[in-house]
């Protein structure tokens, strides 16, 4: 009895522990601005603490160019990558920045996107945390 209980109580906790650690990056998104009225900023950030600074801005750097971002500029050295999407035909560009930065052991990414007015940016929790997740793969 005791023994199907404490297996249950892991078992408990061990699932409650994942979906906690899933949802870091999600429980840090934020964003400021009225879509099509002003400008919008999405951000969110996540640690890793086992991911050295140097890793963790090479990881950062492939994911942005699979999302297919274009004028990529990467400082390695200052771990900040700044990168550019135009997809609404307007000419005004659609600004990623992303920081690395030491933690502890381990890194801190920072990710901010901005829309400028008059544009909107569907799902960004999402995109946005694909790439600070990009890190852990």
Partial sequence: MYKTAFYAFALATISISSAAAASTCS?????????LVTGVTYKTWM??????????FDKVSRAVLAEGFVDVNAEKQLGTLTAQQET???????????VVRKSGKGSRIDALFMVPQGQVAPN??????????????
Wanted: aromatic share 4%; glycine share 6%; with cysteine.
């Fill in 124 to 137: 960004m929790s999402d995109n946005l945390c694909r790439v600070v997740n990009s890190v852990a793969d």
């Fill in 47 to 56: 640690e890793f603490p086992s991911v050295s600074p140097a890793v963790a």
């Fill in 88 to 98: 609404t035909g307007s000419g005004r560009p659609q600004t990623l920045r992303v």
């Fill in 27 to 35: 429980q840090h998104y934020q964003s400021s601005g009225v879509p």
